[in-house]
């Protein structure tokens, strides 16, 4: 069960990591593109948190910590419910074997 787990776990970090990934491209893009918003909502929901145009660092801080932070929650749990859909399989003789 820990192996299970930690493997799910594994899921969720490598997928969060990869929606903060897209996240940045998606920022960076904005700025030399233009980016339709469908997409950008659509691959980086929580970036309609920054219609607040925060004033003050403080606001800026929250608003990123916000924005970055609910497309890494958003994207680990669906790379957890794809972890999910493909079990890993077990060999008989331990986990070295191959």
């Known amino acids: 069960m820990k192996n299970r787990t ?4 594994r ?3 490598v997928s ?3 929606g ?4 940045l491209v998606l920022m960076a893009m904005g700025a030399s593109h233009i980016v339709s918003p469908t997409v950008l ?4 929901p ?4 920054g219609i607040a145009d925060p004033s003050t660092l403080s606001d800026k801080i929250m608003v990123a910590m916000f924005e970055f932070g609910g497309n ?3 994207y680990g749990v669906i790379g957890t419910l794809v972890g999910l859909c493909f079990p ?3 060999s008989p003789e331990g986990l070295g074997a191959r």
């Open 6 to 9: 930690s493997w799910l776990m």
């Open 16 to 18: 969060g990591c990869l």
């Open 88 to 90: 890993r399989k077990h």
């Open 46 to 49: 929580s970036s309609i948190a």
């Open 11 to 13: 899921w969720f970090l």
């Open 20 to 23: 903060v990934f897209v996240a």
């Open 41 to 44: 909502l659509v691959l980086w």
């Open 72 to 74: 890494f929650i958003l």
